[in-house]
């Protein structure tokens, strides 16, 4: 089969080629990808900037059709839609294990990071990882699950979010729109987005057209005064930091109100030494912590696709067979991809 090889840690060290496919064995499924999602972390590996095993196919929010199982699968058969949580090798029982977080066993073998993932035609995996999609749910659209799952998870089971919160959501990029979404499906009062100058010809469009109900920028507005003028001097309520970069978590610190919450998705690039520490004291903030998604959080996220109150189709920008991964590494360089997808 052709997948999608990193061969090195350095920048550009992605070589499409021909590999054997994959065998599964007894509690496994063979899936042949049809969609798999181009997320930030993929683009760092081809920058350069993501560890991970090596040689190593990437990929790892992939939508595919169950070809064959092994001899001791029932819950899947041959046809089936699927997208696949990415729990493996975890040990079962440890502290995380046994609490129902999986993804944060210190075992766990992501695919993609530390076994292979799913820029290929075939992944094998194991079966009590998938979950089955409707037919009304797209390809392209069950790419976006695993991003859409970290999302409900940080949201729903780590920062509760309630109705009637003031959500302020910082950095558009494909996390922060599903954010935005997600904060308005659950009932949010109020959704205001936050990007910079970089974002205002396409991704603070898009979050209005997706539900944001004020977008600004912080790098020719003041947020913190309008933010605090909208809400009448309280402050928000909830911040999904989104963006990773100090201005933006220290200004989400500042229009929180006391008593509000910060939940954190953003990753940045280096550690972050100069955070308004004593601004979050003061104001007796929870700051929450979010990474990778909670098992359950797929099967929230895969009924909102099946019923169609989440709009995944306007976020996804470019889509490209896996041989062109030059073409949308390029244009993700130049900041015109919202999500792209690989269609293998
Ligand atoms: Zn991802
Ligand atoms: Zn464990």
């Given at each position: 089969?052709?997948?999608?090889?990193?061969?090195?840690?350095?920048?550009e060290?992605?070589?499409?080629?021909?590999v054997?496919?994959?065998?599964?064995?007894?509690?496994?499924?063979?899936?042949?990808?049809?969609?798999?999602?181009?997320?930030?972390?993929?683009?760092?590996?081809?920058?350069?900037?993501?560890?991970?095993?090596?040689?190593?196919?990437?990929?790892?929010?992939?939508?595919?059709?169950v070809?064959?199982?092994?001899?001791d699968?029932?819950?899947?058969?041959?046809?089936?839609?699927?997208?696949?949580?990415?729990?493996?090798?975890?040990?079962?029982?440890?502290?995380s294990?046994?609490?129902g977080?999986?993804?944060?066993?210190?075992?766990r073998?992501?695919?993609?990071?530390?076994?292979?993932?799913?820029?290929?035609?075939?992944?094998?995996?194991d079966?009590?990882?998938?979950?089955?999609?409707?037919?009304?749910?797209?390809?392209?659209?069950?790419?976006?699950v695993?991003?859409?799952?970290?999302v409900?998870?940080?949201?729903?089971?780590?920062?509760?979010?309630?109705?009637?919160?003031?959500?302020?959501?910082?950095?558009?990029?494909?996390?922060?729109?599903?954010?935005v979404?997600?904060?308005?499906?659950?009932?949010?009062?109020?959704?205001i987005?936050?990007?910079t100058?970089?974002?205002?010809?396409?991704?603070?469009?898009?979050?209005?057209?997706?539900?944001?109900?004020?977008?600004?920028?912080?790098?020719?507005?003041d947020?913190?005064?309008?933010?605090?003028?909208?809400?009448?001097?309280?402050?928000a309520?909830?911040?999904?930091?989104?963006?990773g970069?100090?201005?933006?978590?220290?200004?989400?610190?500042?229009?929180?109100?006391?008593?509000?919450?910060?939940?954190?998705?953003?990753?940045?690039?280096?550690?972050?030494?100069?955070?308004?520490?004593?601004?979050?004291?003061?104001?007796?903030?929870?700051?929450?912590?979010?990474?990778s998604?909670?098992p359950?959080?797929?099967?929230?996220?895969?009924?909102?696709?099946?019923?169609?109150?989440?709009?995944a189709?306007?976020?996804?920008?470019?889509?490209?067979?896996?041989?062109?991964?030059?073409?949308?590494?390029?244009?993700?360089?130049?900041?015109?991809?919202?999500?792209?997808?690989?269609?293998?």
């Amino acid at each position: 089969m052709k997948a999608l090889v990193r061969k090195g840690l350095e920048a550009e060290q992605f070589f499409y080629e021909e590999v054997s496919k994959p065998n599964y064995m007894n509690n496994e499924a063979l899936i042949k990808i049809q969609a798999v999602g181009v997320c930030g972390t993929d683009y760092h590996m081809w920058t350069g900037g993501v560890i991970t095993d090596i040689p190593i196919i990437p990929g790892h929010e992939f939508c595919g059709i169950v070809e064959k199982v092994g001899s001791d699968v029932t819950s899947v058969k041959p046809g089936d839609k699927i997208v696949s949580r990415l729990n493996i090798g975890v040990c079962g029982t440890c502290r995380s294990c046994l609490s129902g977080n999986p993804h944060m066993c210190i075992s766990r073998e992501c695919p993609g990071f530390k076994r292979e993932g799913a820029y290929a035609e075939y992944i094998s995996i194991d079966a009590k990882q998938l979950i089955k999609l409707e037919d009304n749910v797209s390809f392209e659209e069950g790419a976006l699950v695993e991003p859409m799952a970290i999302v409900a998870t940080a949201l729903l089971e780590r920062a509760k979010i309630e109705p009637e919160d003031f959500v302020v959501v910082f950095g558009p990029g494909p996390i922060g729109l599903i954010a935005v979404q997600m904060a308005k499906i659950y009932g949010a009062n109020k959704v205001i987005m936050i990007g910079t100058n970089v974002d205002e010809k396409m991704r603070l469009p898009l979050a209005k057209k997706i539900g944001a109900d004020i977008v600004m920028n912080a790098q020719t507005q003041d947020i913190e005064a309008e933010i605090m003028k909208i809400t009448g001097g309280k402050g928000a309520d909830l911040v999904v930091e989104a963006s990773g970069s100090e201005p933006a978590i220290n200004s989400g610190l500042k229009v929180l109100r006391r008593l509000g919450r910060m939940c954190v998705l953003g990753l940045p690039s280096e550690q972050q030494n100069n955070i308004s520490w004593l601004t979050a004291a003061e104001k007796s903030l929870s700051i929450i912590f979010s990474y990778s998604s909670a098992p359950w959080s797929w099967n929230t996220v895969t009924s909102m696709l099946a019923r169609g109150v989440f709009d995944a189709k306007s976020l996804i920008t470019h889509s490209y067979p896996l041989s062109e991964y030059k073409v949308m590494f390029d244009k993700i360089k130049k900041g015109e991809v919202v999500k792209g997808i690989f269609l293998p």
